[in-house]
């Protein structure tokens, strides 16, 4: 780790500490340098950029908030482990490394589990959109959406996160899930189909949600 | 692959699909707390993790390397040694003694060296000449 700092960040006592603030000229690979060094401010900034989608990102999978943020934690302490072993010119970026983690752990997680999703689950829906009917039929319809993708098999629901979710192109999306282009179209073809046929089973057709 | 392709049994096609999932995604964006929350949690991991770090150029007691796994492991292998060294000890000197037992000369033979020849008693006269002195 023998690069330059830098040059818009000075080392305090305590490492890295980015003078713009928020470090958006950084690249996540400068921080990760840092981090490798046993800076906390580089790594708070890690933290602030990409947290909250790895968050959502597990929540999607495992669909249960406590779960989606041990994963999330999970994911930036192999972060903070392994920093030092990042190469920085290798195949895959620090966002597609951090993303296939995250998917890797919810799946194995979401096996563990195998939970069925109830209506139980119901509960973690705002409770604020239970006035009036518009807002009683956007929360069955979410309720609906959301068994609709409990019911896809571990891969398929990490394939619709990446894909419709998180709008990554296809190709991307298959370097996070560590597969071919093809056979990530593969698998989300098969996601699209069950997803539509669960929507349909469930009572939800496009006549009645699109305007 | 395009996002709107051939419907697929005429429910919906994807870009209707993709509006349902968008528009009633039924994860909703963690807040500000709870991100705050597990922040805390990492850096006290972290800092426990470094808390447990011993630092290379730290004075280390000298069994320190007994610890853990390794240690146990050299430990076991000595122990090892130490009884399988025994074992061969006692083997090699109950050998020693039986050939100690063979190789010895016998007690007659020792006699034989220290006192000379034993006389063999072949006379045995001397009672009748007693007898003819009376």
Known sequence: MGKSLPSNCARLTKGFVCLAGTGGALS????????????????????????ASMVTLAHRIVFDREQAHEIAQEAFLRV????????????????????????????????????QVSLDAIEELPSGLADGFDD???????????????ALPERQRAAVALYYFEDLPQMQAAEVMQMTSRAFDSLIVRARTNLKKHLAGLGLRHQEVLP | MTKRSSAYDGLMDNAELQ?????????????????????????????????????????????????????RVAIFTALLIIASGFIVGQLSYGETNVSALTSTPSLLALADETLGPAVPVTDTSWGDNDDAAE
């Not at chain 1, 009683?136 to 409990?150: F, Q």
């Not at chain 2, 709870?34 to 006290?44: C, D, P, R």
Request: hydrophobic letters at 45%.
């Open chain 1, 28 to 51: 996540d690979s400068d921080l990760l340098e840092a981090v490798a060094e046993g800076d906390h401010d580089a790594f708070a900034l890690l933290m602030k950029r990409h947290l």
């Open chain 1, 136 to 150: 009683i039929a956007t929360a069955d319809r979410k309720r609906i959406v959301r068994e609709a993708l409990s």
């Open chain 1, 80 to 115: 903070w482990k392994h920093a030092d072993k990042w190469d920085p010119y290798g195949s895959a970026t620090f966002l597609t490394w951090l993303r296939r983690v995250v998917i890797n752990l919810s799946i194995s997680c979401r096996r563990r589990v195998r939970e």
């Open chain 2, 19 to 71: 509006h349902i999932l968008k528009r009633y995604d039924p994860v909703e964006p963690p807040t500000q707390g709870s991100l705050m929350a597990i922040e805390a949690s990492i850096f006290a991991k972290i800092d426990g993790l470094t808390r447990n770090r011993i630092p290379a150029d730290s004075q280390m007691p000298p069994w320190v390397f007994l610890q853990g796994w390794a240690g």
